[in-house]
């Protein structure tokens, strides 16, 4: 049997149960090698066993690693933020965009022309795009294939690039007609239904298109538009209530009018007829 271990310092080491294991079987070996198989030998070398366990330290199981405290003032791990998610990739909260589609002739000059059509400003080909959801490479091409096929039939409306935009135009051979329709409008009698509406707006401004209907009791869009156009009336802001837009009149319908203010508007009352002509033309009311 081998003898005791010792460490550099002369300390007992602590025991290993596997080097006792070993040192067991080489033990039983030799004692087979040398056949000796008196029952007293071995209770000997039992003995010695359990002397030396009793004396040697059991080696003590590696203690796990120890479990950081948690710091109250350290801050919870949040959620990845834009730097660490990679380029490109749609967020969570956020649902992806919508792919891109290659429109066919139809849809793409279609759809151009309804989108200059209410552009009050040049639009650029990136804007067109985005409403498109298609490349900008074929909203290029669809523009220029579109301008050129109004040039071709010498068409009354042309495309033109303004900066870094495109707009519709009128084209320059039809100004003639564009302008004289422009004077004679402006010179034309205002109809009845127009009149009526002026009044009511003078007299109640600012107020609502919504307001002037119900008091005319017809609608009065196309004759709000016809004021519009004219420069008698124009709009002022928003109803705070209703939400509509609130519409005044304007310094030239003063000017036509030859009056410095609206304080020098007739006044209203003289000019409502009698209560018995109402009666009679409305019996119901």
């Not at 271990?5 to 067991?24: C, F, T």
């Not at 802001?237 to 003063?254: I, Q, R």
Request: with cysteine; glycine share 8%; charged share 25%.
């Amino acid at each position: 049997m081998s003898g005791e271990q010792a460490g550099p310092d002369g300390d007992r080491l602590p025991i290993s149960w596997d080097a006792l294991a070993a040192e067991l079987a080489a033990t039983r070996q030799e004692a087979e090698r040398r056949n000796e198989h008196d029952p007293g030998t071995w209770d000997a070398v039992a003995a010695e066993l359990a002397a030396r366990v009793a004396e040697r330290p059991v080696e003590a199981p590696p203690e796990p690693a120890p479990v950081p405290a948690e710091d109250p003032d350290e801050e919870p791990p949040q959620d990845p933020t834009p730097a660490d998610v990679p380029a490109g990739a749609p967020s969570a909260a956020e649902p992806a965009e919508e792919p891109l589609k290659l429109l066919t002739p139809e849809e793409l000059q279609g759809g151009l022309e309804a989108l200059l059509f209410v552009m009050d400003d040049p639009v650029d080909e990136q804007t067109l795009a985005a409403a498109l959801r298609c490349p900008v490479e074929q909203v290029r091409t669809g523009l220029a294939a579109l301008a050129e096929g109004y040039d071709q039939r010498r068409a009354g409306l042309t495309l033109r690039r303004v900066g870094e935009g495109w707009r519709l135009y009128t084209r320059d051979e039809h100004a003639a007609v564009v302008q004289r329709y422009l004077v004679d409008g402006q010179r034309s009698r205002l109809t009845q239904a127009a009149l009526e509406t002026l009044a009511v707006i003078a007299y109640r401004q600012p107020v609502t298109r919504a307001r002037v209907s119900a008091i005319r009791g017809v609608g009065v869009d196309g004759v709000m538009r016809t004021l519009i156009t004219r420069g008698l009336v124009h709009e002022v802001g928003t109803d705070p209530d209703s939400g509509g837009g609130l519409y005044a009149t304007t310094p030239l319908f003063l000017e036509r009018l030859g009056l410095s203010s609206l304080e020098d508007l007739p006044e209203l009352a003289p000019l409502l007829p009698e209560t018995s002509t109402v009666l009679d033309e409305h019996p119901d009311a």
